[in-house]
């Protein structure tokens, strides 16, 4: 049979390699593992966290990187080449980190084992790092949940959980064309005339801004395209490289009417972990990307303790923390207070941040709460295999 042959006549063109998702790789020493039957994680969870505590001095460490992705978690020599584990995401149930101990585990089964036979891996990094290595983690169940069950994915992007300041809109408008004649505003004093004053110099000024922008042209001594470019990009405004002129209208009036977060990047940003810790704290607590209602679906068949934190719709910055309980699933209402502090409604307990806050009730139980977890289940985990060559071509690859 006559192969097929292309224009060039150089014969048929190799396939295009799929496309592989992004991974993240991280150091830590792997201490070693150890069986756990029968697991239930509803009511076993403190014993599991016992028996980490018991390896916390054991000498017998191999120093290993980590590759996260949402296939699986790899593990290779501390060359990163050699392969000595790898788990796909779907056997592994459960992840969790012990801060003071700085611990790092994990709970899976080996493929085609009975659902009753568990081990849990342990491993051991810097404080800075041990809570980034379950992050991940718990990263990634989530992404792979949503990429396999899309009709959960929320309609609208919440905002972030933590608290990122934005300008004022009295003070200065989010038009970048209004940064144009960006001048630096008097200090308001205290309520009187001059705070009446200063309110009406200020409106004034905006609207000769908003007059002035559309007849900008180049050589404008009270401006600098430079400086008007990084205070565009250092407010979230535009991205890096996305201001190439000065006629930054149009660019806005995209940006502002077109979808944004995952309603935008669709599929396509699932597929993608977080860098940095801050984001992937944000996105594992409010199980970014997931609908509310999913999201608390998802959280009574976590393990007790297992929170979802969102912020509410509103003027007042607030938000609301539901907490697997005994009693089911409990909402509770986090506020800041006119200091810049958090605390929950009825409590007098104030702390300077939302991770604060959370660390605080994750080590002290008693009051509304029960203790606040670390620990997260994977909403994916499959307890049996499907036999087929292409799961064990997928588990060698």
């Known amino acids: 049979m006559k192969k097929k042959m292309t224009a060039n006549g150089r014969g048929p063109d190799p396939a295009p390699p799929p496309p592989r998702a992004r991974g993240i790789a ?19 969870v403190g014993q599991l966290e016992e028996q980490l505590r018991a390896l916390k001095d054991c000498p017998r460490r191999r120093s290993v990187v980590l590759r996260f992705s949402l296939q699986g978690l790899k593990v290779y020599g501390d060359d990163g080449e050699t392969l000595l584990m790898a788990h796909a995401l779907r056997r592994i149930l459960y992840s969790t980190c012990l801060h003071a101990e700085r ?3 994990f ?12 081990f849990c891996h342990l491993f051991v990094s810097p404080v800075g790092e041990v809570h980034v290595l379950h992050l991940l983690l718990c990263r990634s169940f989530q992404l792979c949940y949503l990429q396999a069950h899309p009709e959960l994915q929320a309609a609208e992007p919440d905002p972030p959980v933590l608290l990122r300041e934005t300008l004022n809109p009295e003070e200065v ?26 309110q009406h110099l200020l409106q004034e000024r905006r609207v000769e801004a908003e007059g002035r922008a ?3 042209r180049p050589g404008n001594p009270y401006c600098s395209p430079v ?26 009036q995209q940006r502002e009417g077109a979808p944004s977060g995952w309603e935008s990047r669709g599929m396509r940003g699932l597929v993608l972990l977080p860098d940095t810790e801050a984001a992937l704290a944000e996105s594992v607590w409010a199980f970014a990307g997931i609908a509310r209602a999913s999201g608390i679906a998802l959280l009574r068949g976590d393990v007790p303790g297992a929170f979802l934190l969102r912020p509410e719709p509103g003027a007042t910055p607030r938000w609301c923390l539901w907490v697997h309980t005994p009693c089911g699933v409990v909402p509770y209402c986090v506020l800041r207070t006119q200091q810049g502090r958090f605390c929950v409604e009825h409590s007098h307990a104030e702390f300077r941040s939302m991770p604060a806050l959370l660390a ?26 499907e036999d087929g060559p292409a799961l064990v071509q997928h588990e060698r690859g």
């Open 360 to 385: 605080h009730y994750s080590a002290v139980p008693g009051g509304c709460f029960c203790r606040l977890s670390v620990g997260r289940c994977n909403p994916g985990y499959e307890q049996r295999d």
């Open 173 to 198: 408008s989010r038009n970048v064309n209004a940064l144009l004649s960006l001048r630096r505003l008097p200090a308001l004093g205290p309520l009187g005339a001059g705070h009446v004053f200063a």
């Open 214 to 216: 559309v007849g900008w």
């Open 107 to 118: 709970v899976a089964r080996n493929p085609h084992s009975p659902p009753s036979t568990l």
């Open 26 to 44: 991280k150091s830590a020493e792997y201490v070693g593992s150890f069986m756990v039957e029968e697991l239930e994680l509803q009511q076993h």
């Open 227 to 252: 400086l008007v470019r990084k205070k565009a990009i250092r407010s979230k405004v535009l991205r890096s490289g996305a201001y190439r002129d000065c006629g930054a209208e149009s660019q806005l």
């Open 103 to 105: 611990q790092f585990a």
